[in-house]
């Protein structure tokens, strides 16, 4: 009986411990958001994540426009949905990254572009896989409206791979 | 400066309806271009090619917003989609010493019946002892004499105030590929001492008849997939070239729709 309470309350206390440590990790000075970088840092940090998607949506949407034209839609969504969830954890890793001070406001901006991207993405699948092309064209409007928005917020970055480009896989 | 992408929405530019024009950015340094381009009408049809005019737009500026820091644009290549096709036989062909040196409207007097498009110029004006100053300039494009087999479009820039003018004279090339009809430029040696560009739109359009038929120096057919009512497609690219050597490239994005079946 003993033993048990113990166990308990050895799990509860540990989990208060990660608690604790997590919280810890969260408010210390000097974590991801509050670290001291400048902005040819961020850019440096935020590449090779943008390049690490743009490499794996290559592969994610390889056939996808065939299957458009050939009116495979339930086949191209999955392409979508695919593309969706792999930039869903882009966006995490670039929302993790410290931001320059001086840029917090421009970059929370453009996070949440990217995040309507993604939403964009998902949705489009969705259309996609329910047959519905009409919605499928207009949120693909969206989402190149949303694109331009996205790349004109951070422009003075001078991104490579974090630039949106549609026309590169047409 | 390489174009990549983070979304690739391939599929997506199989799609879509009518997209407002916007000019899209792309930045080196201090250095800001914008690129912009219409095609009109957008509703197109499916498959056989429809008269359109094309109109392409340019902007250059320094992030300081200071015109006399910018470097001068030397070349400008615009690409247009493989869609757009060009047609020129039976419009009369202008020679360049018709149209320069000349003033606007002794061009339009002398090469009236080959004009292919308008548009407009702003530049600075940069000369020794002197403050640099802005001017606003119009542009002709005529049908010029093919060389070498690639057809050529003699733009003549004519300012008023004051007087000046000078011909850029575009190279059109097909090639394979996304961009089937590319138009070179570079700024001619006797305006590389003074003229650095600020701004440029140039609008491409003729419907003339040609052996009894109606024909247009430009056409292009909105090739959405079957049962999609439009496409978004990648319309134009435009790379700058500048004397201290930067380039950027800007890539804008259009849409069309289907007209009829």
Known sequence: MSHHKRGIGGRRSRAVTGLLALLALALAPGAAQGAEVDRDEYVERAEPICKTNTEANRRIFKGAKAEVRAGELKKASTHFSRAAAAFEKTIEQLAALPRPASDEAKLRKWIGYLEAEQRYIARIGKALAQGDRGKAQMLSVRLNRNSNLANNTVLAFGFDYCRIDSSRFS | ?261
Not at chain 2, 65 to 73: C, E, F, R, T, V
Not at chain 2, 236 to 255: E, H, I, M, P
């Open chain 2, 1 to 261: 400066m390489r174009a990549r992408h983070l979304i690739p929405l391939v599929a997506a530019l199989a799609l879509c309806t009518a997209l407002p024009a916007r000019a899209e950015l792309s930045q080196q340094g201090s250095l800001i271009v914008g690129f912009d381009g219409t095609l009109s009408p957008t509703a197109l049809p499916r498959t056989d090619p429809a008269p359109v005019s094309v109109r392409v737009a340019g902007d250059i500026k320094d992030s300081a917003g200071n015109p006399d820091s910018l470097p001068q644009l030397r070349r400008i290549s615009v690409a247009i989609n493989r869609a757009g096709r060009l047609f020129d036989k039976g419009i009369p062909v202008c020679e360049l010493t018709s149209i320069q040196p000349a003033t606007e409207r002794e061009a339009r007097e002398r090469c009236g019946g080959a004009i292919v498009g308008d548009g407009h110029v702003a530049l600075q004006v940069r000369l020794p002892a002197q403050e640099p100053f802005m001017v606003q300039a119009n542009l002709i494009a005529f049908n010029g004499r093919s060389q070498g087999g690639r057809k050529l479009i003699l733009a003549q820039v004519y300012a008023t105030e004051p007087p000046g003018a000078f011909v850029l004279t575009f190279t059109v090339q097909r090639r394979g590929g996304l961009f089937g009809t590319v138009m070179s430029t570079t700024l001619p040696q006797s305006a590389h001492e003074w003229a650095y560009l600020t701004h440029f739109d140039m609008t491409l359009h003729r419907v003339y008849r040609y052996r009894g038929e109606r024909r247009s120096y430009i056409s292009a057919a909105c090739a959405a997939p079957a049962g999609f009512p439009g496409a978004l497609f990648p319309f134009a690219k435009a790379t700058y070239g500048f004397d201290n050597g930067q380039r950027l490239t800007t890539t804008v994005v259009r849409s069309c729709r289907v007209r009829g079946k």
